[in-house]
């Protein structure tokens, strides 16, 4: 999913994709994730994380360096709104 926002009259792009996360015990149902990236400029239909070389842009880290994982789309959406406008100052 690809989402433009517009932040300080700039136009920022937001792609989320799911991550889906196996523990490989049975006993544990797998949790579904999701991660987020934003790109300056419009990326490209086909541009995704699962392609070598075809990033979607920059990915939203949590403070471990590992990717943010969000609970929805709707979440990583919000996030992205509250913490861009800082990133393009």
Not at 2 to 28: C, F, M, R, Y
């Amino acid at each position: 999913m690809t989402e433009k926002l517009s932040i300080k009259g700039q136009d920022v792009w937001v792609v989320v994709e799911a991550l889906e996360t196996q523990h490989g015990n049975p006993d544990i149902i797998p949790a579904e994730y999701f991660i987020a990236y934003y790109n300056f400029q419009e990326p490209a239909i086909e541009a995704s994380s699962h392609e070598p070389g075809k990033m979607p842009g920059t990915l939203f880290k949590a403070e471990d360096d590992s990717p943010k994982r969000f609970l929805s789309p709707v979440e990583a959406i919000e996030y992205a709104a509250e913490k861009l406008p800082a990133l393009l100052e």
